[in-house]
């Protein structure tokens, strides 16, 4: 229960007229690159905050359409304290999230997870949920694109690691983290930067190209 708490629950306006533009010759999109020789470290971000900004980037450049999921809640009381603002004072949830962010890339559906530690020598694997790893296996089996983001806060490194390697590690008698040399391993380390803050799309590139190769196209 969310009791005595300030919640705030933005939604997108809906509005037609923000998509509304002057007609004008459709620009021809340039392949996406990352910027080279460019580190900002992640000036103060959370690893949430980073992904949050780089899908506005890869939005607005019309690269790819990734959103983080709504957290589904069913709200109790609410009060007015202005007209023009409503304050949530009591809510629940409505049922155990899924992953944090889905969306579309190339064709591609994408499905994943974002996890921090301050760990510096391993990832405990109670930070996941039985049913996000049960939500990863079943996108899997769709054929999505499914991976993790996982952020070393202390050593300020990234891994996206496939979900597939996680799925694993979870169903490994006895096994309560996975370490740091198995996500340098298993993973595809990227660093933080500016445009995008983190560039996690250079990952998912090398997990479609694998695709092909595996599939024989």
């Known amino acids: 229960m969310l009791t005595g708490v300030k919640l705030m629950v933005k939604y997108p306006s809906g509005s037609l007229a923000a998509f509304r533009k002057t007609a ?6 340039k392949s996406y690159q990352h910027r080279k020789g460019v580190n900002f470290s992640d000036r103060g971000m959370t690893l949430e905050q980073q992904i949050n900004e780089s899908n506005k980037y890869y939005l607005q450049e019309e690269i ?3 959103h983080k999921k709504p957290t589904p809640i069913q709200i109790v009381k609410v009060d007015y304290p ?7 004072r009591e809510a629940y949830f409505r049922q155990a999230s899924t992953t944090d962010y889905n969306g579309v890339y190339k064709g591609y559906y994408l499905d994943f997870e974002a996890k921090e530690t301050k760990n510096k ?3 405990p694997l109670k930070n996941f949920h039985e049913h996000q790893i049960f939500h990863l296996d079943e996108c ?4 999505g694109i499914c991976f993790t983001i996982i952020g070393f806060t202390s050593l300020e490194r990234y891994f996206v690691t496939p979900a597939s390697f ?8 006895d096994k309560s983290s996975m ?9 595809i380390e990227i660093k933080s930067g500016f445009h995008p803050t983190l560039p996690y799309l250079i ?4 997990f479609i190209a694998d695709r092909k190769v595996n599939n024989g196209k």
């Not at 202005?82 to 949530?88: D, H, L, Q």
């Not at 899997?140 to 054929?143: C, F, G, R, V, Y």
């Not at 996680?166 to 008698?173: D, F, G, R």
């Not at 370490?179 to 993973?187: A, C, K, V």
């Open 82 to 88: 202005k007209r023009s603002k409503a304050v949530i």
């Open 24 to 29: 004008k010759k459709p620009k021809v999109r």
């Open 64 to 66: 790819a359409v990734v």
């Open 179 to 187: 370490t740091l040399q198995e996500i340098e391993d298993h993973s």
């Open 166 to 173: 996680v799925i694993h590690a979870w169903n490994t008698k």
């Open 121 to 123: 020598t391993n990832f």
């Open 203 to 206: 990952a998912v590139d090398h």
């Open 140 to 143: 899997l089996k769709q054929q």
